[in-house]
């Protein structure tokens, strides 16, 4: 059974670092793209990144492009997102979601965690 | 990037009725659409991958078409436990994947 088991959230003052992690199991971790999405308190889903399955190719969304880095360690079966700059927009419950292929494009997200909570404020 | 727009916002109906739920993409993405359905308090499930293949476990009710901008949700005959929020997503946009802005379905 796969599972995702997302961390490292928490309340962060505007303009302040918080790195998110997520721990893989079930599946071959190495074989899949792992994305991050975000959902604002009552809004919609929004993805926020994507990396494939060697790290070679990510993609961003213009909202997080410059302050945002996700990586990711195969051996450690396990997804990362650095967030720095972080601004109150950024408020929102964050999933890690598994890619149905080893790519980014053409993605879609299988399996999903239950998230973790980002609350950006003064 | 492409923008992906969901109608309605929202709607009501009751038990038994059709329901049909549209994604208009902003460019062609031939078939990279996907649907996802959530419920409050949980995670997205991914109903339809695709534009029309159903995923494993989800109930023959649900189906999906359509091609290039313009795609289609339909449920067959709602079911009390398909009372959630609907969202489609692309999948064709080179490293740059975009939700509509969901679809709630509320009891009449």
């Known amino acids: 059974e796969v599972q995702l088991v997302e961390s490292g959230g928490g309340l962060v003052q505007p303009g302040r670092s918080l790195r998110l992690s997520c721990a893989a199991s079930?599946?071959?971790?190495?074989?899949?793209?792992m994305h991050w999405v975000r959902q604002a308190p009552g809004k919609g889903l929004e993805w926020v990144s994507g990396?494939?399955?060697?790290?070679?190719?990510?993609g961003y969304a213009d909202s997080v492009k410059g302050r945002f880095t996700i990586s990711r360690d195969n051996a450690k079966n396990s997804l990362y997102l650095q967030m720095n700059s972080l601004r109150t927009e950024d408020t929102a419950l964050y999933y890690c979601?598994?890619?149905?292929?080893?790519?980014?494009?053409?993605?879609?997200?299988?399996?999903w965690g239950q998230g973790t909570l980002v609350t950006v404020s003064p | 990037d492409i923008q992906m727009t969901q109608s309605p916002s929202s709607l009501s109906a009751s038990v038994g009725d059709r329901v049909t739920i549209t994604c208009r993409a902003s460019?062609?993405?031939?078939?990279?659409l996907n649907w996802y359905q959530q419920k409050p308090g949980k995670a997205p499930n991914l109903l339809i991958f695709?534009?029309?293949s159903l995923q494993g476990g989800v109930p023959s009710r649900f189906s999906g078409s359509g091609f290039g901008t313009d795609f289609t949700l339909t449920i067959s005959s709602l079911q009390p436990q398909d009372f959630a929020t609907y969202y489609c997503?692309?999948?064709?946009?080179?490293?740059?994947?975009?939700f509509g802005g969901g679809t709630k379905v509320e009891i009449k």
């Open positions: 997503q692309q999948s064709y946009s080179t490293l740059s994947l975009t």
């Open positions: 460019q062609s993405i031939s078939s990279y």
């Open positions: 979601a598994k890619g149905h292929v080893t790519t980014v494009t053409t993605s879609y997200f299988d399996s």
């Open positions: 695709a534009a029309s």
């Open positions: 990396i494939n399955w060697n790290s070679g190719k990510i």
């Open positions: 079930g599946f071959t971790f190495d074989d899949y793209s």
